[in-house]
Protein backbone atom coordinates (compact mmCIF):
# COMPACT_ATOMS: atom_id res chain seq x y z
CA UNK A 1 0.00 0.00 0.00
CA UNK A 2 0.94 3.79 -0.97
CA UNK A 3 2.29 5.68 2.26
CA UNK A 4 0.26 9.10 2.69
CA UNK A 5 2.71 10.99 1.17
CA UNK A 6 2.84 9.24 -2.21
CA UNK A 7 -1.21 9.03 -2.25
CA UNK A 8 -1.25 12.89 -1.52
CA UNK A 9 1.20 13.48 -4.36
CA UNK A 10 -0.48 11.29 -6.59
CA UNK A 11 -3.69 12.50 -6.36
CA UNK A 12 -2.54 16.20 -6.47
CA UNK A 13 0.06 15.25 -9.41
CA UNK A 14 -1.71 17.41 -11.99
CA UNK A 15 -2.41 20.45 -9.80
CA UNK A 16 1.10 20.64 -8.67
CA UNK A 17 2.53 20.71 -11.91
CA UNK A 18 0.39 23.58 -12.89
CA UNK A 19 1.44 25.82 -10.44
CA UNK A 20 4.77 26.15 -12.85
CA UNK A 21 2.15 27.59 -15.50
CA UNK A 22 1.75 30.82 -13.74
CA UNK A 23 4.73 32.37 -12.79
CA UNK A 24 3.80 35.57 -11.81
CA UNK A 25 1.12 34.87 -9.33
CA UNK A 26 3.29 31.51 -8.10
CA UNK A 27 6.29 34.49 -7.33
CA UNK A 28 4.00 36.03 -5.21
CA UNK A 29 2.29 33.43 -3.20
CA UNK A 30 4.76 30.97 -3.31
CA UNK A 31 8.28 32.42 -3.99
CA UNK A 32 10.41 30.12 -2.28
CA UNK A 33 8.83 27.87 -5.19
CA UNK A 34 10.84 30.08 -8.05
CA UNK A 35 13.57 31.55 -5.78
CA UNK A 36 14.54 27.61 -5.14
CA UNK A 37 14.91 26.83 -8.81
CA UNK A 38 16.82 30.02 -9.68
CA UNK A 39 18.93 29.16 -7.27
CA UNK A 40 19.56 25.53 -8.50
CA UNK A 41 19.72 26.56 -12.24
CA UNK A 42 22.58 29.31 -11.23
CA UNK A 43 24.50 26.62 -9.33
CA UNK A 44 24.54 24.22 -12.39
CA UNK A 45 26.00 27.09 -14.12
CA UNK A 46 28.59 28.11 -12.19
CA UNK A 47 29.98 24.79 -11.47
CA UNK A 48 29.66 23.85 -15.13
CA UNK A 49 27.70 20.44 -13.62
CA UNK A 50 27.27 17.77 -15.86
CA UNK A 51 25.58 15.02 -13.72
CA UNK A 52 22.73 16.18 -11.61
CA UNK A 53 20.58 14.12 -8.92
CA UNK A 54 17.30 15.42 -7.90
CA UNK A 55 15.79 14.22 -5.02
CA UNK A 56 12.33 15.02 -4.95
CA UNK A 57 11.79 15.90 -8.56
CA UNK A 58 8.13 16.03 -8.79
CA UNK A 59 7.05 16.46 -12.37
CA UNK A 60 10.59 17.34 -13.85
CA UNK A 61 10.36 21.29 -14.12
CA UNK A 62 13.71 21.90 -12.64
CA UNK A 63 15.11 18.58 -14.82
CA UNK A 64 13.52 20.02 -18.03
CA UNK A 65 15.17 23.50 -17.16
CA UNK A 66 18.32 21.83 -16.48
CA UNK A 67 18.92 19.57 -18.89
CA UNK A 68 17.90 22.45 -21.63
CA UNK A 69 20.82 24.75 -20.06
CA UNK A 70 23.22 22.11 -20.85
CA UNK A 71 23.62 19.69 -18.07
CA UNK A 72 25.11 16.15 -19.53
CA UNK A 73 23.30 13.69 -17.15
CA UNK A 74 19.87 14.68 -14.84
CA UNK A 75 18.66 11.51 -12.91
CA UNK A 76 15.45 12.56 -10.67
CA UNK A 77 13.75 10.39 -7.78
CA UNK A 78 10.58 10.84 -6.49
CA UNK A 79 7.92 8.50 -4.66
CA UNK A 80 4.94 9.48 -6.03
CA UNK A 81 4.60 7.25 -9.46
CA UNK A 82 2.15 10.02 -10.97
CA UNK A 83 5.15 12.97 -10.26
CA UNK A 84 7.56 9.97 -11.78
CA UNK A 85 5.25 9.67 -15.16
CA UNK A 86 4.82 13.43 -15.86
CA UNK A 87 8.73 13.71 -15.37
CA UNK A 88 9.43 11.02 -18.13
CA UNK A 89 7.01 12.29 -20.05
CA UNK A 90 8.47 16.15 -19.91
CA UNK A 91 11.88 14.75 -20.31
CA UNK A 92 11.80 12.26 -22.80
CA UNK A 93 13.14 14.69 -25.63
CA UNK A 94 15.94 14.57 -24.27
CA UNK A 95 16.77 10.79 -24.69
CA UNK A 96 19.34 8.68 -22.40
CA UNK A 97 20.30 12.59 -20.97
CA UNK A 98 17.82 11.96 -18.52
CA UNK A 99 16.17 9.13 -16.28
CA UNK A 100 13.35 9.27 -13.67
CA UNK A 101 13.11 6.90 -11.16
CA UNK A 102 10.04 5.67 -8.62
CA UNK A 103 11.68 5.22 -5.70
CA UNK A 104 12.06 6.78 -1.85
CA UNK A 105 15.70 8.53 -2.32
CA UNK A 106 16.99 6.78 0.60
CA UNK A 107 16.47 3.81 -1.82
CA UNK A 108 17.09 4.53 -4.95
CA UNK A 109 19.01 2.81 -7.75
CA UNK A 110 21.34 5.89 -8.21
CA UNK A 111 25.18 5.83 -8.57
CA UNK A 112 27.39 8.82 -8.14
CA UNK A 113 29.33 10.74 -8.08
CA UNK A 114 27.19 13.76 -8.93
CA UNK A 115 28.62 17.53 -9.32
CA UNK A 116 25.18 18.67 -7.70
CA UNK A 117 22.61 16.98 -5.66
CA UNK A 118 19.11 19.02 -5.10
CA UNK A 119 16.23 18.65 -3.27
CA UNK A 120 13.55 21.40 -2.83
CA UNK A 121 10.78 21.38 -0.94
CA UNK A 122 11.46 18.03 0.08
CA UNK A 123 11.81 17.82 3.58
CA UNK A 124 8.75 18.89 4.40
CA UNK A 125 7.62 15.01 3.66
CA UNK A 126 10.71 12.86 4.68
CA UNK A 127 9.83 10.91 7.36
CA UNK A 128 13.52 10.06 7.85
CA UNK A 129 15.89 12.75 6.92
CA UNK A 130 19.26 11.68 8.07
CA UNK A 131 18.76 8.67 6.06
CA UNK A 132 17.76 11.00 2.76
CA UNK A 133 20.18 13.72 3.84
CA UNK A 134 22.81 10.80 4.09
CA UNK A 135 22.38 9.34 0.66
CA UNK A 136 22.33 12.45 -0.96
CA UNK A 137 25.39 13.07 0.42
CA UNK A 138 26.66 9.98 -0.01
CA UNK A 139 26.26 10.93 -4.09
CA UNK A 140 27.84 14.37 -3.80
CA UNK A 141 31.19 15.17 -4.56
CA UNK A 142 30.35 18.79 -5.66
CA UNK A 143 27.61 21.23 -4.21
CA UNK A 144 24.53 19.85 -2.48
CA UNK A 145 20.94 22.30 -2.51
CA UNK A 146 18.56 21.90 -0.32
CA UNK A 147 15.74 23.68 1.49
CA UNK A 148 13.65 22.86 5.18
CA UNK A 149 10.64 24.24 6.49
CA UNK A 150 10.49 26.21 9.17
CA UNK A 151 7.47 26.68 11.24
CA UNK A 152 5.78 30.22 10.04
CA UNK A 153 3.51 31.13 12.82
CA UNK A 154 1.03 32.38 9.71
CA UNK A 155 1.08 29.52 7.74
CA UNK A 156 1.48 26.40 8.87
CA UNK A 157 -1.07 26.03 12.04
CA UNK A 158 -3.86 25.66 9.59
CA UNK A 159 -1.57 23.67 7.22
CA UNK A 160 -0.34 21.39 9.78
CA UNK A 161 -4.11 20.50 10.48
CA UNK A 162 -4.85 19.95 6.52
CA UNK A 163 -2.51 17.84 5.67
CA UNK A 164 -2.72 15.57 8.64
CA UNK A 165 -6.38 15.35 8.86
CA UNK A 166 -7.21 15.72 5.45
CA UNK A 167 -4.35 13.80 3.85
CA UNK A 168 -2.80 11.71 6.20
CA UNK A 169 0.24 13.51 6.07
CA UNK A 170 2.42 14.38 8.90
CA UNK A 171 4.83 17.90 8.00
CA UNK A 172 7.99 18.71 9.65
CA UNK A 173 9.45 21.31 10.65
CA UNK A 174 13.38 22.86 11.55
CA UNK A 175 14.71 25.55 13.33
CA UNK A 176 17.88 26.46 13.78
CA UNK A 177 18.97 23.89 16.04
CA UNK A 178 17.13 21.08 14.83
CA UNK A 179 19.01 21.77 11.37
CA UNK A 180 22.55 22.01 12.80
CA UNK A 181 22.52 19.07 14.23
CA UNK A 182 21.01 17.04 11.07
CA UNK A 183 23.74 18.60 8.75
CA UNK A 184 26.34 17.39 11.75
CA UNK A 185 25.41 13.72 11.44
CA UNK A 186 25.63 13.38 7.64
CA UNK A 187 28.52 15.09 7.79
CA UNK A 188 28.09 18.46 6.21
CA UNK A 189 30.15 21.00 7.78
CA UNK A 190 30.81 23.31 4.94
CA UNK A 191 27.60 25.08 4.67
CA UNK A 192 25.67 28.38 3.84
CA UNK A 193 22.33 29.00 5.68
CA UNK A 194 20.00 31.27 4.86
CA UNK A 195 17.15 32.12 6.72
CA UNK A 196 14.15 32.91 5.63
CA UNK A 197 10.47 32.96 6.87
CA UNK A 198 8.85 29.73 5.42
CA UNK A 199 11.97 28.01 5.06
CA UNK A 200 15.67 27.25 5.57
CA UNK A 201 17.96 26.71 2.20
CA UNK A 202 21.73 24.97 2.64
CA UNK A 203 24.18 25.50 0.23
CA UNK A 204 27.32 22.60 1.01
CA UNK A 205 30.12 21.99 -0.64
CA UNK A 206 30.47 18.25 -0.17
CA UNK A 207 33.75 16.54 -0.34
CA UNK A 208 34.06 12.84 -0.60
CA UNK A 209 36.09 10.39 1.71
CA UNK A 210 39.48 9.51 0.56
CA UNK A 211 39.36 5.97 -1.04
Do not use: K, N
Not at 7 to 15: G, L, N, Q
Not at 117 to 141: I, K, N, Q, S, W
Amino acid sequence: MADPVERYFDRRARAYDGRYDHGRLQRIIRPSLLRGREAALALARSLGARRVLEAGCGPGRLGEALLAAGVAEYIGVDVSGAMVERAQARLARFGDRARVIHAPVAAAPVEGPFDLVVALGLFDYVHDPEATLGRMTAECAGVLLATFPRWDVVRDPVRTLVYRYGYGCQIRHYDERRLAALLDRCGIGDATVETRRTGFRVTARVVPPPG
